[in-house]
């Protein structure tokens, strides 16, 4: 009840059973349960429910295992307590199922740069958090990588003898399989669950490194299913039951390589003849159409292993989560994922550029997956934004509001916050004429909901957070719709006012911002990976100290032209990047 604020003093008759059951009846309070994720949940119905008087509730959940996979690889390596604290949230919710996304993120013995200065869990950390997991009725899956997106751990020299390319492991070779047998022994001694997701997913590139010059040329798929076999005999011998990433069998598979592409997807004989026994993780959060979830849930079952779906909270589009794409997207998943008979559905929470969102911004999300799981298909929105109220006391219309952020114009421009963001003012990179009208509009909308809001109080400071983001992107918007005109137009008083006002202002917006955001990534997050985003922020408030003096230059006279403004722009509306280096500038070299 803590983790919700809740408070009751009197009795609760709680039994165990083979279904959930909540009832409230005269001041008389039953509990039924099936098993410790169902009991907290029966709590947290009981919780949300009182108020309304006396009701009955009856659930049993259609998926087997539901929760969600954390990114801890892309510099945010969460502290433990932080860990915990989400655990408390999922397990009000009832969901009994934790993967913590770790590349190169926890201590392996034997191997000393892997991890190296990257907040790496030790054995004792992730211990600490399967025992409260195991309290929670949360199973703790080890979630690893044992063929791709190994690029921070293989750029040591420690890894010449098994690195393929820049990213890859070197398939085929012994030390190779040393490596892995490392990582898996080292897992199945932490964890008590006996499965893992062993990963193998955006291998593009396998075979055409190292792997060349030692074996010559060989298809993509006979390398990734010899390995695979490799690695499932390695998962085989410490007795864990393996689950992947199953897109390259369908980029091996199809005329385009597309994953997404099932209905040119064609798996022979001897590809399904050759597949060991390992689950299949069809992963998905850039659908909003049931349709296609349905073709993949099929085209993935003909694999002949048992289908798993993720779905995707959208924490990878910048310092705020994407609405759009995490609610109209999970939603058509889940429900195909439930007319499929899916029994194990999760949600991807990534990091991608340096997780510059913080994970308890996709708390208010999490009931989509919570309420599919125990409501099935008669699951309704008003159920889900219920559900994410009671959870977070926000309001879901305040959630939506911070969405706004990443605002979809035009069906494009999914990244225009961010590229607003960290574009240089010099520059006007990216969208500009009636994508930023529409735009300033959306921001202006949702400057004036945040007063609305004032008093809502969080541990992420969401208010004071959301509010500077969206005073930093509106001040961009403005500027890059009005100081390139106002230097063509000789207009020196618009220049005077932004070299001594509108810029000075935006600096000190930038500080205050990243202020916070350093204050939201101490409690959540272990040190490392923070100097990223602090190079990012202190690139930004430098560059607008060289505008603030290029300005003051010109209009003094010092120079008699402002080169970047003299050169001829370029449409380049859709030069929006989910990268912040190709926001910056339009050099490569960042």
Not at 6 to 24: A, G, P, R, T, W
Not at 43 to 56: E, T, V
Not at 87 to 100: F, Q
Not at 421 to 435: C, E, K, T
């Amino acid at each position: 009840f803590e983790t919700i604020n809740f408070n009751y003093d009197k009795k609760i008759i709680v039994k165990q059973s083979d279904k959930l059951m909540v009832s409230y009846d005269a001041d008389t309070a039953n509990i039924e349960y099936y098993n410790i994720s169902s009991l907290c949940r029966a709590f947290f119905l009981f919780a949300k429910n009182f108020k309304k008087g006396d009701f009955k509730i009856e659930e049993k959940a259609n998926f087997d295992m539901c929760g969600c996979m954390i990114d801890a690889s892309r510099d945010a390596v969460m502290k433990v307590e932080a860990v915990k604290k989400y655990m408390n949230y999922m397990a009000s919710l009832g969901l009994n199922m934790l993967m913590l996304y770790t590349e190169d993120t926890y201590k392996l013995d034997d191997y000393e740069y892997f991890g190296y200065m990257r907040g790496a869990y030790t054995r004792d950390e992730l211990k600490e958090i399967d025992n409260y997991g195991t309290m929670l009725g949360i199973e703790v899956i080890p979630c690893i990588q044992t063929l791709a997106h190994l690029s921070q751990y293989l750029k040591y020299d420690e890894t010449s003898k098994f690195r393929d390319t820049h990213d890859i492991l070197l398939c085929g070779d012994d030390n190779t399989y040393k490596f892995i047998e490392a990582q898996i022994k080292t897992v199945s001694e932490i964890f008590t669950s006996n499965k893992i997701h062993i990963g193998m997913d955006e291998a593009h590139n396998v075979g055409l490194g190292q792997f060349l010059d030692k074996f010559g040329y060989q298809e993509r798929y006979n390398i990734i299913i010899n390995h695979l076999n490799k690695v499932c005999e390695i998962c085989k011998k410490y007795k864990l039951e393996p689950m992947m990433w199953n897109d390259m069998f369908f980029r091996t598979c199809t005329p385009d390589k597309d994953y997404y592409n099932y209905k040119q997807a064609h798996f022979n004989k001897e590809i399904l003849s050759n597949i060991p026994d390992v689950d299949m993780v069809y992963w998905d959060y850039y659908h909003d159409d049931k349709a296609t979830y349905e073709g993949m849930i099929n085209k993935s079952i003909e694999l002949g292993k048992k289908v798993i779906f993720a779905g995707g909270i959208s924490t990878w589009y910048g310092f705020l989560p994407h609405y759009k794409f995490t609610v109209n997207n999970s939603i058509a998943g889940l429900k195909a994922a439930c007319e499929s008979n899916v029994k194990t559905c999760f949600a991807t929470m990534w990091g991608d550029d340096g997780n510059e969102t913080n994970i308890f911004f996709s708390l208010g999300f999490l009931p989509i997956f919570s309420e599919f799981c125990y409501k099935g298909l008669k699951c309704t929105f008003n159920d889900i934004i219920e559900t994410s109220e009671f959870l977070t006391k926000m309001p879901f219309e305040l959630l939506k509001t911070i969405s706004n952020y990443n605002t979809i114009i035009d069906n494009k421009n999914e990244f225009l916050g961010k590229n607003l963001f960290y574009a240089d003012i010099m520059y006007n990179l990216g969208p500009n004429g009636d994508v930023l009208k529409s735009a300033l509009n959306i921001y202006n909308s949702a400057l004036e909901k945040f007063d609305k809001y004032e008093d809502f109080k969080d541990c992420i400071n969401t208010i004071e957070y959301s509010k500077t983001l969206f005073k930093i992107t509106k001040t961009k918007i403005m500027l890059r719709m009005n100081l390139r005109k106002a230097y063509k137009k000789n207009d020196f008083d618009y220049l005077k006012e932004t070299a001594y006002t509108i810029l000075p202002n935006l600096k000190n917006e930038y500080l205050k911002f990243k202020n916070i955001h350093k204050k939201q990534w101490d409690d959540t997050y272990k040190p490392f990976g923070y100097e990223v985003l602090s190079f990012r922020f202190g690139g930004i408030i430098s560059r607008i100290d060289d505008c603030i003096q290029t300005l003051n230059k010109y209009i003094s006279g010092e120079i008699s032209n402002i080169a970047e403004f003299d050169e001829k722009l370029l449409d380049t509306n859709n030069y929006t990047y989910r990268s912040s280096k190709r926001c910056i500038s339009p050099s490569i070299i960042l």
